[in-house]
C-alpha cells in the first residue's frame, strides 16, 4: 500500500515530526489505498519558523521576479495534470471530465496569478502621499478535501504574487493531490522556505495556524463552523482573514425562461462536483403557475444524470468523500422526507446496482418551502430543492432569505430583466444563463458565506496591507 510519509519545510521533503497514521480511502469502493503520517503541531511551529525566514527576502522581490516564479509554478503543476487527475479521481472520487477540469484549474490559477501581479501597481500618488501595497507577512492557507488542488494553487498564487510567504494546511483527506501538487511546485524552484506544506489535522496544525503571533493572515476555505472558529481565535493577534463558506444558492428560473435549456442547466448548477461544492444551486425558485409541467422536465431531464463509477465518462455525480459525508447527505435525504417534501427524482441508500462506495442517489426534491431544514442547511451532496414563488417579488425575498450569499443563477429568455434582478440579490456572484467561472472578477460571499474575495486584483489585495508616506 503506499506511505505518504513526507511533509515539505524549507524546501525539503522531510518525515513528520507526527506519528498518527491516517487511512486514506478510494470513496467508490471504501477501501484504503494509502496511509498518511500526519504533521503534528512541532511541524507547524517548524513550518512557520522557515515561512518567517524567508519573507524579508521574499517580500522585496520584485515584480518581474514573482511573474517569473508563478510561470514556472504553473509550468510545473500543468506537467503533472494528468497524474493528478488519476489522483483526483482515486482519493476524491470525482467523475473523470470533472476531475481533468480540476487538474487544470489548478494550474491556471498560477498563471492567472502571474497575469495579475504583471498588470497590478502597487503604489499610487493620492494628494501628497505615496501609497504602497506592502505584503502582509506569513499566510496560512487551509484547503478542503473538495478542491483541494485547486485551493493550495490558488490560495498560494495569490499569496506568493503578493510577496508573502506561506504555510499551507490541506485536507489530509486529499493526501495523495498534496504530494503530486508539492512535488511539482518543488521543481519550480523557489527559495526554501517560501511555501511550506504541512498535511495534519485541523484540530492541531489548523489551530497552530489560526493562532500563532508570526502568522499575519489566515486564508480559509471550509465550513461556515470552522471559519467561525478561525475567526474567533485569530482575534487575539489580529489576523487578517478571508473565509470563503458555505452557501445555499438560489436558482431563479423566471416565467419567461427557456424551460428546454433551463432545466438542465439547473441540475447542472445542482450536482456540479457530484453536489459537494459550495456554490452549488440547490433552491431551485420556480413559477407556481408552472410548477407541474417544471417537475415533469425535472423527472425527465434527471433520468439522464448518472451516478456510479467515476472513471465511466458518462458518469456526472461520483462518490461523497467520506462515510461521515455519506452519512450527512442519507440524514438530509430523511429529513426531507420527514418535513414533508415531495420526492421527485432519487431518495435514500445506494444507486440501483451499486453495492460498495459512498454514491448516493441525486436527489430532487420538489413543493419544498423555504423554512425546510433542507433548503436552509448547506447539504454538501446531491439533494436539491424546488421551491415555488407567486411573483418576482416573492422570488427575490426568497432568494435573500438564508444566512448564506455566495452565488445565485437566473435563467431567463430576458436578459435586461434578469441584470435587473441580478441588482437586488444578496450574493457575491450572480450568473445569468451561465455556469461560467471568471477568474478576473471577485469570488466571495455575502453574510455567512464569509468574509473577504479572493482571485484578480481583489484576492491579490487580500494579501496586501496599504501604507502612505506623506511628504
Ligand atoms: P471543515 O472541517 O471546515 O474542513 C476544512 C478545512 O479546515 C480542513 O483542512 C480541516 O482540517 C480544517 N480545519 C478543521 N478544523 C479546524 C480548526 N479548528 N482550525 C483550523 N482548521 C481546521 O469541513 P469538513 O468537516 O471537511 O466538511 C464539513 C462540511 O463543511 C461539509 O459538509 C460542507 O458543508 C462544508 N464544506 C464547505 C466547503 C466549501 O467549499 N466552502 C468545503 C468543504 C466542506 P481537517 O480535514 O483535519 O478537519
Ligand atoms: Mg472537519
Excluded at 271 to 285: E, K
Excluded at 287 to 309: C, K, Q, T
Excluded at 330 to 359: K, N, T
Aim: net charge neutral; charged share 15%; glycine share 8%.
Amino acid at each position: 500500500m503506499q506511505q505518504i510519509n513526507q511533509i515539505y519545510i524549507n524546501g525539503q521533503f522531510v518525515a513528520p515530526h507526527g506519528m498518527e497514521l491516517f487511512d486514506l480511502h478510494n470513496p467508490a469502493t471504501a477501501k484504503v489505498i494509502a496511509q498518511v503520517k500526519l504533521a503534528d503541531e512541532q511541524d507547524a511551529l517548524d513550518a512557520i519558523q522557515a515561512a518567517k525566514q524567508a519573507f524579508p527576502g521574499f517580500s522585496r522581490t520584485s515584480k518581474a521576479t514573482r511573474v517569473d516564479y508563478l510561470k514556472r509554478m504553473h509550468a510545473a503543476v500543468a506537467s503533472v495534470e494528468a497524474e493528478l487527475t488519476a489522483a483526483i479521481i482515486e482519493e476524491y472520487g470525482a467523475p473523470v471530465s470533472r476531475a481533468a477540469w480540476m487538474a487544470k484549474h489548478a494550474a491556471n490559477v498560477l498563471l492567472e496569478a502571474a497575469n495579475v501581479l504583471q498588470d497590478y501597481d502597487f503604489t499610487q500618488r493620492i494628494g501628497i502621499a505615496d501609497v504602497t501595497m506592502q505584503p502582509l507577512g506569513v499566510a496560512g492557507l487551509i484547503t478542503p478535501w473538495n478542491s483541494n488542488a485547486g485551493f493550495i494553487c490558488g490560495k498560494l498564487a495569490a499569496a506568493l504574487a503578493a510577496g508573502c510567504t506561506a504555510v499551507i494546511k490541506p485536507s489530509e483527506m486529499s493526501a495523495l493531490q498534496t504530494a503530486i501538487v508539492t512535488r511539482a511546485l518543488h521543481q519550480a524552484g523557489l527559495p526554501a522556505g517560501v511555501f511550506n506544506i504541512v498535511t495534519g489535522r485541523g484540530e492541531t496544525v489548523g489551530a497552530v495556524l489560526s493562532t500563532h503571533p508570526d502568522i499575519a493572515k489566515i486564508s480559509f476555505t471550509g465550513s461556515t463552523a470552522v471559519g467561525k472558529h478561525i475567526l474567533r481565535a485569530g482575534a487575539e493577534t489580529l489576523k487578517r482573514i478571508t473565509l470563503e463558506l458555505g452557501g445555499k444558492s438560489p436558482v431563479l428560473i423566471l416565467d419567461d425562461a427557456d424551460l428546454k435549456q433551463a432545466i438542465p442547466m439547473a441540475l447542472q448548477a445542482g450536482f456540479m462536483n457530484s453536489g459537494q461544492a459550495c456554490i452549488a444551486g440547490t433552491r431551485i425558485l420556480v413559477p407556481a403557475n408552472r410548477l407541474a409541467e417544471i417537475e415533469a422536465m425535472f423527472v425527465e431531464h434527471a433520468a439522464n444524470i448518472r451516478a456510479g463509477d467515476p472513471q465511466d465518462p458518462n458518469t456526472s455525480v461520483g462518490p461523497m468523500v467520506s462515510f461521515k459525508q455519506w452519512q450527512r447527505v442519507q440524514r438530509y435525504i430523511h429529513l426531507g422526507l420527514e418535513e414533508g417534501a415531495h420526492l421527485l427524482v432519487g431518495g435514500p441508500g445506494l444507486p440501483d446496482g451499486i453495492e460498495a462506495g459512498w454514491f448516493v442517489k441525486p436527489t430532487v426534491f420538489s413543493r419544498v418551502t423555504n423554512q425546510m431544514t433542507i433548503a436552509r442547511e448547506e447539504i454538501f451532496g446531491p439533494v436539491l430543492s424546488i421551491i415555488t414563488y407567486k411573483d418576482e417579488a416573492e422570488a427575490l425575498a426568497i432568494a435573500n432569505d438564508t444566512p448564506y450569499g455566495l452565488q445565485a443563477y437566473i435563467l431567463s429568455s430576458n436578459l435586461p430583466k434578469a441584470r435587473a434582478l441580478a441588482a437586488y440579490i444578496d450574493a457575491g456572484r450572480v450568473l445569468i444563463n451561465t455556469l461560467a467561472h471568471e477568474p478576473r472578477a471577485p469570488f466571495g460571499g455575502f453574510k455567512q458565506s464569509g468574509i473577504g474575495r479572493e482571485y484578480g486584483t481583489f484576492g491579490l489585495e487580500a494579501f496586501l496591507e496599504p501604507k502612505s508616506v506623506l511628504a
